[in-house]
C-alpha cells in the first residue's frame, strides 16, 4: 500500500506556471506506475498525465501536451507536474495516483491509490 500527499496548488494568473508535487509512502514507490488526474466542477475526473515506473515514458492528454510535463524522482519518492501556459480551462482539482500494474493507461479505474488532491485555478 502506498499514501500520496499532494501539494504546491495555488491560484494563478492565464499564462503562469506552476508545479504540483506528490509525496508517496509506503511500499517502494519504484514499483508503481504514476498518474495525475484532474476534476473540475460537474465535470469527471479525467487524464492528465502518467509515468512509467521508471520514468522512462511520459504520456500526457491532448489538452496539455507541451504545456504540461511530468517526472519523478523515485530516490525521493515523489512524483511532478510541471504546468506551464497555464489556462482557465485547467482549474480543476488535481489528483496524484499509484498503479500497482506497470500497464496502467489513462482510465481512472486502472490506479489503485489516490491522493486527497490540490486545487489549482487559474484566472483570465
Known amino acids: 500500500q502506498v499514501q500520496l500527499v499532494e501539494s504546491g496548488g495555488g491560484l494563478e494568473q492565464a499564462g503562469d506556471s506552476l508545479r504540483l508535487s506528490c509525496a508517496a509512502s509506503?511500499?517502494?514507490?519504484?514499483?508503481?506506475?504514476m498518474g495525475w488526474f484532474r476534476q473540475a466542477p460537474g465535470t469527471e475526473r479525467e487524464f492528465v498525465a502518467r509515468?512509467?515506473?521508471?520514468?522512462?515514458?511520459?504520456y500526457y492528454a491532448d489538452s496539455v501536451k507541451g504545456r504540461f510535463t511530468i517526472s519523478r524522482d523515485n530516490a525521493k519518492n515523489t512524483v511532478y507536474l510541471q504546468m506551464n501556459s497555464l489556462k482557465p480551462e485547467d482549474t480543476a482539482v488535481y489528483y496524484c495516483a499509484a498503479s500497482n500494474s506497470m500497464y496502467s493507461g489513462s482510465s481512472r479505474y486502472e490506479y489503485d491509490y489516490w491522493g486527497q488532491g490540490t486545487q489549482v485555478t487559474v484566472s483570465s
Open positions: 509515468i512509467t515506473r521508471s520514468g522512462a515514458r511520459t
Open positions: 509506503g511500499r517502494a514507490f519504484s514499483s508503481y506506475t
